[in-house]
């Protein structure tokens, strides 16, 4: 049984179909990086696997259960899967720490007087140990980003879903979060990510998904993918980003 099974979904916004009938397995370990034009459904895809929105018709499954936006256990399941945006969502008025602890505390994940140790321990898995007592402001946006990522990491995920999450930043804030990114992916976490880095989606990802259209057009190995592209779509999107 794949991690994530994604059997036809669809999805419309009123009259418009955005998603056509994606299918997609995603097995433990995998990184799996979506890629594809503006508009193609990438984010909606994302959302879906995570019960941010509602699907018309298909299935998604996570570990076997199937997952729907009304779903009785809702919570439990954004417990298992853990998304970052693009746009950094920490709380300005909390500091660091408390932006990492707020919901395993609340959720009962945690007792309250070992908050600072898994703070302290999320961290330093994304390299910010020190930032421990600092507020968001006084972060950079790419280390914001990477207490975003500690935050979700808090929550022990099983797999964790990236919606470009170095778009917005300065050119030289990039690589620190995509370290964290390659580092988790090393420890074997599993990944779905949206992302504009080819350098990153080439070396590695374990499966390349490019979306056209509100469809899968084409998945494979990346390396494969890129170095022969089946569909004129394809071939055309990767020489626009190159
Ligand atoms: P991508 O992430 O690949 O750029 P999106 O999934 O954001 O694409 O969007 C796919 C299409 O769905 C776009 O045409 C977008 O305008 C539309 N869309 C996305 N979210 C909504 C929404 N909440 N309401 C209406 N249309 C939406
Ligand atoms: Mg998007």
Known sequence: MALVEIRDVHKSFGDVEVLKGITLDVEKGDIVTIIGRSGSGKSTLLRCINALETINGGEIRIEGERIAADMPNLRQLRQRVGIVFQAFNLFPHLTVERNITLAPVLTGKI???KARDLARDVLARVGLAEKIDAWPEQLSGGQQQRVAIARCLAMSPHLMLFDEVTSALD?????????????????GMTM???TH???FARTVATKLVFMHQGRVWEQGKPAELFADPRTPEL???ISSVK
């Open 197 to 199: 880095e080819m350098g």
């Open 192 to 194: 779905i990510l949206v």
């Open 171 to 187: 050119p030289e804030l990039v690589g620190e979060v995509l370290k964290v990114m390659e580092d988790m992916a090393r420890q």
């Open 235 to 237: 071939r055309n999107f």
């Open 111 to 113: 007792a309250k007087d």
